[in-house]
């Protein structure tokens, strides 16, 4: 920082709502282009719709553009500031999705509408479509909304999947200095590898691998006759963002479709790897990709699980071996990269094999994919760190260093991970204390409760792969909105603000 930029931050509050207002202005100005990305698709199908997403991109455009003139950012966005602005911008982005829905009279209360954006934006996949509202509200099946709102919730799977701060600061090169705060604040997408020296370069080029690899994915859904062009860019968006948002209320389950199931399949486990190795992979560092560590602990885990469900459900259903093996990998590969689609309802399936889909919830992809929950860099860490405490009990005078391959992890990061594992059990219980409070039985609580932190979408019981969540309460809706945001947001960026110290100076 030069000297006059350190003079500035000195006259500078502590926390710059000016500042803040002027961000969250102009990512609800680009909100504004997005909204108008469906308007195509209403004009197609000659939907009344048109006219919702027209007004809902006026208002976002008008008041964003207003806001952000009003007050410019002109100084560099710190740490507080990114923090705070991270955590709104969700808040304020949901707002906005939610126009849609709300205009065009498809839903016709804000908790469900908001619900289903925030559902959307953080790649949850939870829906209230399909179902009576806990006040008798009838919600329309997906198979009966306007095309251009099936669009637009695949549209938000496939903003947030990435991260729209990410997709803006590659796009929006007139935000300021310190956006490398933001992008660090929102997701481990950028911290996972630094592909160039400049964060918008890296941005642009992980967005470009994104685009490319959606695109080979529609491609190849195309090609079944069972999904038009509408189903397979719809699903080709879901499956990249890792969303599970479908044009089904049966999702994957009603194309009955081996070819389908496998092409999903494998995207799905595409998604979950981090997309800077993606990157690499393309620009020919094979070994490079092979080799990382975190990419082979996640295959482990993926074969692994698929191996022990597919051989429960051999010995105790009626499934052929093919199905068996093609039902129990797409299931396991869905939890764990917290996509949520389904092709069974597992619900019926055998306790053992619900023990290990359970479990699975707990999991997530690698740092730097598309996929919710845990991460499974951690899980590396803490399996790491509780080897080297027995090692260390052996031998109590011996120095050793935790590694992960040849690095060595330093002490504050296994603190800062094992405070992520007590936040996250405790954010996780909280959520299901408030679900059986709301009169849930304690199966359907326990599961949403970390299906909606993990950004996995269907749970168990009355939440499970073949149910929604319309039954759900306001009350409800909204502490599942709040887990769902946390859990995206990776716990501190948006639990910083509830303590002491971010306000104190």
């Known amino acids: 920082m030069s000297t006059f930029q350190r003079s500035r931050s000195a006259g500078r509050p502590k926390i710059d709502f000016r500042l803040i207002a002027g961000i969250l202005g102009a990512f609800t100005f680009f909100m504004g282009f997005a909204l108008l990305i469906p308007i195509p698709v209403s004009i197609y199908f000659a939907e009344e719709t048109v006219y919702s997403f027209a007004i809902s991109s006026a208002f976002a455009f008008v008041l964003g553009g207003l806001i952000y003139f009003i007050f410019k950012p002109k100084d560099e966005i710190r740490p507080r500031e990114a923090f705070f602005i991270v955590s709104v911008t969700w808040i304020v982005l949901s707002v906005f999705g939610s126009a849609p829905f709300l205009v065009s009279g498809v839903v016709d209360d804000f908790a469900d509408a908001f619900f289903e954006t925030i559902s959307g934006l953080t790649t949850t996949g939870a829906t209230i479509f399909g179902g009576v509202s806990h006040d008798n509200r009838i919600n329309p099946n997906i198979e009966d909304l306007p095309k251009s709102i ?11 999947g990435m991260g729209f701060i990410v997709l803006s600061i590659a796009i929006l090169p007139f935000l300021g200095l310190g956006t490398t705060n933001l992008l660090h604040s929102e997701s481990s997408i950028l911290e996972s590898d630094k592909l160039t020296p400049r964060v918008q370069e890296t941005a642009k080029l992980l967005w470009g691998v994104y685009l490319i690899l959606t695109l080979a994915h529609f491609v190849l859904l195309w090609l079944h006759p069972k999904m038009d062009w509408f189903e397979a860019i719809n699903h080709a968006m879901s499956t990249m963002a890792t969303g599970g948002f479908s044009t089904k209320d049966s999702s994957i389950l009603w194309f009955d479709s081996a070819y389908i199931d496998w092409v999903i399949i494998l995207f799905m486990f595409l998604a979950g790897i981090s ?33 022990l469900i597919s051989t429960i459900l051999i010995f105790q259903t009626d499934y052929t071996i093919p199905e068996v093996i093609r039902h129990g990998t797409f299931q396991a590969l869905s939890i764990i990269t917290t996509t949520g689609y389904v092709t069974n309802d597992y619900g019926a399936w055998p306790s053992l094999a619900l023990i290990i889909l359970i479990a699975l919830f707990f999991t997530g992809g690698c740092a730097g994919s598309t996929s919710g929950g845990i991460k499974m860099f951690r899980h590396m860490i803490l399996i790491r760190a509780v080897g080297r405490e027995i090692r260390q009990s052996v031998h109590p005078k011996a120095v050793i260093p935790l590694r992960v391959g040849n690095v060595i992890v330093e002490p504050p990061m296994v603190r ?22 709301l009169g849930s039985d304690p199966v359907s609580a326990l599961s949403a409760s970390i299906a909606s932190l993990g950004n996995i979408g269907p749970a168990l019981g009355e939440f499970g792969p073949t149910n929604n969540y319309a039954g759900l309460s306001a009350v409800g809706k909204w502490a599942l909105s709040l887990l769902m945001i946390i859990g995206r947001l990776e716990l501190f960026t948006v639990l910083v603000l509830f303590s002491v110290p971010y306000w104190k100076e």
């Not at 099936?150 to 947030?160: A, D, E, P």
């Not at 690499?280 to 993926?302: A, C, D, P, Q």
């Not at 094992?418 to 679900?435: P, Q």
């Open 150 to 160: 099936v669009f637009w919730r695949s549209i938000l799977h496939w903003i947030g």
């Open 275 to 307: 997309f800077a190795m993606h990157f690499r992979l393309l620009r020919g560092e094979t070994k490079l990709f092979l080799n990382n560590r975190e990419t082979r602990f996640y295959s482990f885990i993926v074969v692994l699980a698929s191996f």
């Open 416 to 437: 800062r991970i094992l405070s992520f594992f007590m936040l996250y059990v405790l954010l996780f219980l909280g959520g299901a204390v408030i679900l059986t409070w």
